[in-house]
């Protein structure tokens, strides 16, 4: 059973998903069509369409339905030691904390990539 605290913070990277879709949305038609996809300031040298700014949306969520796969199973973690009966509780939520974390650190991540090189340019 997942602890009501690991599913509200797992909520937080969805929460930072929707809100900067639908800025992406509001945004879209100020876009240009064509994007720099690589490298960054003077250094781009790869372009393509606009519709690569949902491509990490995309590929945030696969990485969260991975991770809530591995929450919802902490006991598929191989552990180089034995736990005890009386600590598997306590270590299953650090690990799902842990993940959580984790998760929310990504989503954070791609998401000030792609605002701070390409939509407020």
């Known amino acids: 059973m997942i602890p009501k605290s690991i599913k509200i913070l797992f909520a937080v990277p969805f929460v930072i998903i929707v809100c900067y879709s639908v800025y992406l949305i509001n945004t879209y038609s100020s876009i240009p069509d064509i994007i720099p996809i690589h490298g960054y300031s003077k250094n781009t040298d790869g ?22 796969l ?3 199973k902490p006991e598929s973690f191989k552990f180089p030691y ?21 998760a929310i650190f990504v989503t954070i991540i791609t998401t000030l990539l792609l605002f701070s090189d390409v939509v407020y340019k």
């Not at 034995?82 to 904390?97: R, V």
């Open 47 to 68: 372009f393509g369409s606009k519709m690569f700014l949902f491509l990490p949306i995309i590929l945030n969520l696969i990485i969260l339905f991975f991770i809530w």
């Open 70 to 72: 591995t929450i919802k």
């Open 82 to 102: 034995e736990i005890k009966e009386e600590d598997k509780a306590k270590t299953y939520y650090t690990i799902q904390l842990v993940l959580v974390i984790m």
